[in-house]
């Protein structure tokens, strides 16, 4: 071989080394989560936590109405969206369902308000470039990527026409937003017609989960886990006055302290760590409403008197203090698998309420004393000292009180958000 096909050949061998090695050091980056500058994740921006619509009792669901089914009519559902961008998915949901559901058409356009939409942001959503779907029992879909803008905490209306027969079985019960179900084909359309609202339930969601928004930067994405409190039981509706939403408004506010971040709410009214039935129980939800939510890095949970106030009210399930303990030591351990950052947060006074008594508010008592005292998360939100009655601390602040001693009002759901230390989230 003469000299200069031996350097040719040293040339050859040293760059096959160097793309070999660069192929190494992005494996080694991959492995460790490194993500490409260039490159765009989910990150979710909306998010309601399934439930099975006909497990949930009176009064919650109007016992006078038969089981729903939709049959040849729009589902037109309001979404508030926490982050913003350009680029969308949403999921479908059929979770609990024990027969396929076939969405005919599906579309999602900015909305403007009682129910209309701006027809110019309208876009049909596709489902592996189908525009029909249909989800087997049991089963979970997402859309195709849409392009859509979708401005943080803007609200988009995403319209499902179901032409054949279709029970529902699948929702998220307490939504707290007006909904829309009209006659026939409407999903394309800029406003309703012959549509009625609120067919049962406290405003419901039907069959939808997940609104992603795709996003090149590094987001934070708190995820709230809890029950009607954080579900926003007893604010107003269309207002967006829950605490997680008034949370959201600091977050947004304050994006040059605590950088980009998305607050999504996986609470169900009625939950329980324990006890499946109004939702199912929150140890076996944890991983789908939580770690399972795209781009979660962020939960704050708060959990737990439920089920101290049904073991008053149905001795047959009352749990101990330290059998709810273990449950939220559970979650912890799951979301720190995730590497997740947990924060905990206490649970808020309740004398007063239907399903108050001393036994219970001593569970309570001992619950908070943990959480004051938990090893190994990140930070305590103390909602029951933000909330209590300085002159009995058993008790809501009357100023917070919805009028059910159990749940706050706008005001107090104001109070809970605003008790959250934003620096908490820079660690």
Same mark, same amino acid.
């Given at each position: 071989?003469?000299?200069s096909a031996?350097a040719?050949?040293r040339?050859f061998?040293a760059?096959v ?7 190494s ?6 492995a ?5 500058s260039n490159?765009?994740?989910?990150v979710?921006s909306?998010?309601a936590?399934?439930q099975?619509y ?5 009064p ?5 109405l038969?089981p729903?089914?939709?049959s040849?009519?729009t589902v037109r559902?309001i ?6 961008g ?22 999602v356009?900015? *909305?403007t308000?009682?129910g209309? $939409?701006?027809? /110019?942001?309208?876009?049909?959503? =596709?489902?592996?470039? #189908?525009?029909? %779907? ?8 997402w859309s195709d ?14 319209s ?10 699948t929702?998220?019960?307490t939504?707290q937003?007006t909904n829309?179900?009209?006659p026939g ?5 800029d406003?309703?017609s ?8 406290v405003?419901p ?6 609104v992603?928004?795709? *996003?090149?930067?590094?987001?934070? $994405?708190?995820? /709230?886990?809890?029950?009607?409190? =954080?579900?926003?039981y #007893?604010?107003? %509706?269309d207002?967006?006055?829950r605490w ?7 977050v947004?506010a ?7 971040a998305?607050?999504v709410?996986?609470?169900i009214?009625?939950n ?13 939800r944890?991983?789908?409403d939580?770690t399972?939510?795209s781009?979660a890095?962020?939960?704050?949970i708060?959990?737990g ?15 101990s203090s330290d ?8 979650a912890?351990a799951q ?8 924060f905990l947060?206490?649970?808020l006074?309740y ?8 036994v219970g508010?001593?569970?309570r008592?001992?619950?908070?004393a943990?959480?004051?005292s ?11 000292k933000?909330?209590?009655d300085?002159?009995?601390p058993a ?5 917070y009180d919805s009028g059910?001693h159990?749940h ?6 104001q109070?809970?958000a ?10």
């Amino acid at each position: 071989m003469n000299r200069s096909a031996l350097a040719e050949r040293r040339r050859f061998f040293a760059n096959v080394w160097r793309w070999v090695a660069g192929l190494s050091l992005t494996a080694a980056v991959a492995a460790c989560g490194g993500v490409d500058s260039n490159s765009s994740q989910w990150v979710a921006s909306w998010y309601a936590a399934q439930q099975n619509y006909n497990e949930v009792p009176p009064p919650i669901i109007d016992p006078s109405l038969p089981p729903l089914t939709i049959s040849n009519q729009t589902v037109r559902q309001i979404v508030h969206t926490s982050y913003g961008g350009s680029q969308i998915r949403i999921k479908l949901s059929n979770l609990f369902g024990t027969a396929p559901v076939t969405f005919a058409a599906v579309h999602v356009a900015r *909305s403007t308000g009682n129910g209309n $939409v701006d027809t /110019t942001t309208d876009r049909t959503a =596709t489902f592996s470039g #189908q525009g029909s %779907v249909t989800l087997p029992a049991g089963a979970e879909m997402w859309s195709d990527s849409i392009t859509i803008s979708s401005p943080a905490q803007s609200d988009l209306a995403v319209s499902l026409f179901i032409q054949a027969s279709a029970p529902v079985v699948t929702a998220h019960v307490t939504g707290q937003q007006t909904n829309y179900l009209a006659p026939g084909n409407q999903s394309g359309a800029d406003s309703l017609s012959g549509a009625t609202t609120n067919l049962s339930g406290v405003w419901p969601y039907y069959w939808l989960s997940e609104v992603d928004v795709s *996003s090149a930067d590094k987001v934070k $994405v708190i995820v /709230t886990f809890g029950d009607s409190i =954080t579900d926003g039981y #007893q604010s107003t %509706v269309d207002a967006n006055h829950r605490w997680p939403n008034f949370f959201d408004n600091r977050v947004q506010a304050a994006v040059g302290s605590v950088g980009k971040a998305s607050v999504v709410n996986a609470g169900i009214s009625g939950n329980r760590w324990l006890q499946d039935i109004i939702g199912p129980a929150g140890q076996g939800r944890f991983a789908r409403d939580v770690t399972g939510v795209s781009g979660a890095t962020h939960v704050v949970i708060l959990l737990g008197i439920n089920d101290i106030g049904f073991g008053m009210a149905i001795p047959a399930q009352a749990e101990s203090s330290d059998q709810i303990i273990a449950a939220i030591n559970a979650a912890i351990a799951q979301a720190k698998t995730r590497k997740m950052k947990v924060f905990l947060a206490t649970l808020l006074p309740y004398q007063g309420a239907d399903y108050f008594d001393a036994v219970g508010e001593t569970k309570r008592q001992a619950i908070n004393a943990y959480i004051r005292s938990a090893s190994g998360i990140d930070g305590v939100i103390d909602f029951d000292k933000a909330m209590q009655d300085p002159s009995n601390p058993a008790t809501l602040l009357p100023a917070y009180d919805s009028g059910d001693h159990l749940h706050p009002n706008d005001v107090g759901y104001q109070a809970m958000a605003n008790a959250i230390d934003l620096n908490l989230l820079n660690r």
